[in-house]
Nanobody, 126 residues
Framework: QVQLVESGGGLVQAGGSLRLSCKASGRTFTSYHMGWFRQAPGKEREFVAAVRRGGGSTTYADSVKGRFTISRDNAENTVYLQMNSLKPEDTAVYYC???????????????????WGQGTQVSVSS
């Protein structure tokens, strides 16, 4: 079992930055690849970024490439999402997720992730 708790969301103006954190409980954090997803009102949950269990590889959705950075600190059981140059269309609830990588460490499918946090709201004003 892995429990995930996100933090760091908030309200920011367009062009600003936020750093999301996701703290995992349990001793098996390094067994999982980690992902960030987001869901805006009335829309499906969409993939944002993923990081391999060792932290050496990352992948991003085209919509955030060059602006967002995912990283993980396995000693602290934490995964981060640094978000720069935020746009109003980035407004959503952001979720972190842990997956075993059955369909690959970089899967963009929510169904490939076994554990989810409760989400943190990010709102970007224009």
């Amino acid at each position: 079992q892995v429990q995930l708790v996100e933090s760091g969301g908030g309200l920011v103006q367009a062009g600003g930055s936020l750093r999301l954190s996701c703290k995992a409980s349990g001793r098996t954090f390094t067994s999982y690849h980690m992902g960030w997803f987001r869901q805006a009102p009335g829309k499906e949950r969409e993939f944002v970024a993923a990081v391999r269990r060792g932290g050496g590889s990352t992948t991003y959705a085209d919509s955030v490439k060059g602006r967002f950075t995912i990283s993980r600190d396995n000693a602290e059981n934490t995964v981060y999402l640094q978000m720069n140059s935020l746009k109003p269309e980035d407004t959503a609830v952001y979720y972190c997720a842990a997956g075993p990588g059955v369909s690959g460490w970089d899967s963009p499918r929510p169904s490939d992730y076994d554990y989810w946090g409760q989400g943190t709201q990010v709102s970007v004003s224009s």
